[in-house]
């Protein structure tokens, strides 16, 4: 069966770095883009960062563009967050996500396009 598994978050102060990790299994994903999706308290889900299936092409939030860096290693079936420069208000819970549309190359991500989730890994920053 299809599994992603997120790891790497956890409690840091502003200004501090970390790198998020999404291991899929079950499947190969590098013919579909992989996205990056966060969940604060009282709040939607929303997009974050996406990496094309190829590699090529990566689009992200405009609040972490500069901050925030996707990349992915289809050897591994792993996708990639860095994270630096974080701010109180990055504090979510964040998921990793497998977009359906095999081949996309368009650069609008949204959650009902989204086939397979991980079970999300938790950032908090302190202030």
């Known amino acids: 069966q299809v599994q992603l598994v997120e790891s790497g978050g956890g409690l840091v102060q502003a200004g501090d770095s970390l790198r998020l990790s999404c291991a899929a299994s079950g499947r190969t994903f590098s013919s579909y883009a992989m996205v990056w999706f966060r969940q604060a308290p009282g709040k939607e889900r929303e997009f974050v960062a996406a990496i094309s299936w190829s590699g090529s092409s990566t689009y992200y939030t405009m609040s972490v563009r500069g901050r925030f860096t996707i990349s992915r290693t289809n050897a591994k079936n792993t996708v990639y967050l860095q994270m630096n420069s974080l701010k109180p208000e990055d504090t979510a819970v964040y998921y990793c996500?497998?977009?359906?549309?095999?081949?996309?190359?368009?650069?609008?991500?949204?959650?009902?396009?989204?086939?397979?989730w991980g079970q999300g890994t938790q950032v908090t920053v302190s202030s």
């Open positions: 996500a497998v977009d359906g549309r095999k081949f996309y190359s368009g650069r609008y991500f949204a959650v009902e396009d989204c086939d397979y």
